[in-house]
């Protein structure tokens, strides 16, 4: 394939995801088309039928590394959940969908070996969808009064959450640029304008988690030789932060004074109240069920078992334990038990292992920003995000996030070929 061909498909893949599922929401413009919302269940598995069959006629190997053995031992273990459960072979089949679809297609990602030319086009093609986002939201905020799930109409009804994943990934990229490169004005005033949209559409993850991911980019980007304008420049990122980050707080409950998630959140960090913060406390509460069962711990209760009740008023597990909040560890938790949580991050500790190996012999300016940013985007990834959503099974911070490594993967393994190939 060609390395145009590599490129507009990375671009079209991404236009799809960042656009269609979100849009199958009730009130979305795609939302007579609800099979939409699981395109990329189909997608992906077209794409690796169709690269393995064109790969093996063309070349007779396909490279696959060692991250094949996390994603063979989390396949494996939910075939297990499934026989030990009498799981039914659509509900097995969804959950390995749900979970190994996007680790399949990072193999067929590392295979392209998009060049550094590819890379800085698509980093554009995301900035700009990004930007785009901010005329938008602010118009519909400060001329419609439209806030909250509805704060981007191109995302959809859902699609708030996406948005703060974008800017997620947006503010770590820009950060690491600023401190391996320079700082620009405009990176400055993105990163307020990433705040406010947080804040016009209630996106707690963002307002929540950027300020832990960007403070984790700059800490790995200590080990740097610094000049002084370089430390001007993570002074400054850390001064507009927390500024941001204390205004949206400072304000929150003044525009959204019906909301009582700040009451919510200081009772769940008060030791002395017994208060639950919703959605991050989900993974407790299963545990808080479990004591008063006997019910599975290594493989779960079988996959498809936390989308019982997913559409009712009352979410529940095929047992019947009552759900009142889901994240990604506890509904992982329940299909797949705690080995499945151990395979999944067996595959993620995988990938941060290889970004710590990638930037130890990168010399490229372009791919170093990338890797530091890829440290913030795999703490998002790995621990905060799966405290609050369903992000390993969401088709926005999947992709970019298995994009992201494989060309990372694919660098290393360029750099370590002509290592070889010199001796």
């Not at 169709?50 to 060692?66: A, H, M």
């Not at 659509?90 to 990072?106: Q, V």
């Not at 409950?253 to 017994?274: G, H, M, N, V, Y």
């Not at 545990?287 to 997913?310: D, N, R, V």
Request: aromatic letters at 18%; glycine letters at 6%.
């Amino acid at each position: 394939m060609s390395e145009k061909f590599n490129r507009w498909f990375s671009v079209i893949f991404l236009l799809i995801t960042w656009y269609i599922p979100r849009q199958t929401a009730p009130g979305g413009y795609l939302a007579d088309y609800i099979g939409l919302r699981w395109i990329t269940y189909i997608l992906i598995p077209a794409i690796i039928v169709i690269f393995c069959l064109y790969r093996l006629r063309v070349k007779p190997r396909i490279y696959v590394g060692y991250i094949i053995w996390p994603i063979l031992a989390l396949f494996s273990v939910i075939l297990i959940s499934a026989v030990v459960n009498y799981s039914s072979v659509i509900e097995t089949g969804f959950t390995l969908l749900i979970y190994l679809r996007y680790p399949l297609l990072f193999i067929v990602l590392i295979n392209l070996e998009l060049n550094e030319r590819s890379l800085l086009f698509i980093l554009k093609v995301v900035l700009f969808l990004v930007i785009i986002q901010i005329p938008e939201t602010f118009c519909r905020y400060f001329i419609w009064g439209i806030r909250w799930d509805h704060i981007s109409w191109t995302l959809g009804p859902w699609g708030h959450f996406d948005l703060g994943v974008y800017m997620i990934y947006t503010s770590a990229l820009l950060v690491a640029k600023s401190l391996i490169e320079r700082l620009k004005a405009s990176y400055v005033i993105l990163i307020v304008c990433f705040f406010l949209i947080g804040l016009f559409g209630e996106i707690k993850a963002f307002i929540l988690f950027a300020p832990v991911v960007i403070g984790f980019v700059i800490w790995t980007c200590l080990g740097i030789r610094i000049p002084k304008r370089r430390f001007y420049a993570i002074l400054g990122i850390c001064t507009v932060s927390i500024l941001a980050f204390v205004a949206v707080i400072d304000q929150y409950e003044k525009i959204f004074p019906e909301s009582k998630d700040l009451q919510r959140l200081q009772t769940a960090l008060d030791p002395r109240q017994e208060g639950r913060y919703q959605r991050i406390s989900a993974f407790t509460d299963i545990l808080g069920e479990l004591k008063k069962t006997s019910s599975p711990i290594l493989f779960g209760w079988g996959p498809g078992s936390s989308l019982a009740g997913e559409l009712g008023a009352q979410k529940r597990t095929k047992f019947n334990i009552t759900i009142r909040h889901k994240n990604q560890l506890a509904e992982t938790f329940i299909d797949i038990g705690s080995a499945g949580l151990l395979a999944y991050y067996c595959l993620i500790f995988c990938l941060f292992i290889q970004f710590r190996r990638h930037y130890k012999v990168e010399d490229n300016p372009t791919y170093k920003i990338l890797n530091r940013a890829l440290m913030g985007m795999w703490l998002f990834y790995a621990f905060l995000g799966p405290l609050y959503d369903l992000v390993w099974r969401h088709d926005s911070s999947n992709y970019l996030f298995f994009f992201f490594s494989a060309v990372v993967f694919s660098r290393y393994r360029e750099i370590r070929n002509e290592g070889t190939a010199g001796q």
